[in-house]
């Protein structure tokens, strides 16, 4: 981790034991209590963030929305199989929702976006235009 995104494979990073990129604010245990695993799309990079972003397929995002709710736009243009991993990094949702935006893309069949108000831990997988993104949780 440089401060701004994950650098490494999942397999170098099992020895981290926090983050603290964002002022200070941000600080998680260890990455293996988050549950990440080969299927977890963190193999390129994770970006910790805390406003509204445009997703890119193959990173994760550490959403910290304990200050504001905001957005993740997914990307415009995906292609099947394509992942965007995210992570309640302050298992803030329940207080300030994060909101993913399907960016004329379906999200499990629909033409509505993704409003998350719980914990959630999971990734979003394009699997075509029909079903379009679908949340798998871990």
Not at 37 to 58: K, L, Q
Not at 117 to 125: D, P, Q, S
């Amino acid at each position: 981790y440089n401060g701004t995104i994950w650098t490494q494979s999942v397999a170098a990073l099992a020895g981290v034991s926090s983050l603290n990129g964002l002022s200070g604010a941000l600080s998680l245990t260890t990455v293996a209590d988050y549950g990440l695993t080969d299927v977890f799309p963190i193999d390129r990079a994770a970006s910790v963030i805390n406003s509204n972003t445009t997703a890119v397929a193959g990173r994760t995002y550490f959403c910290d929305t304990s200050a504001a709710s905001f957005s993740l736009t997914l990307p415009a243009s995906p292609m099947q199989g394509d992942r965007v991993g995210l992570i309640d990094a302050l298992r803030s949702f329940a207080l300030q929702p994060l909101t993913v935006l399907r960016n004329g893309q379906r999200i499990e069949g629909t033409e509505d976006d993704l409003l998350i108000n719980g914990f959630a831990r999971g990734f979003l997988e394009f699997r075509g235009p029909a079903l379009g993104w679908l949340f798998i949780s871990l």
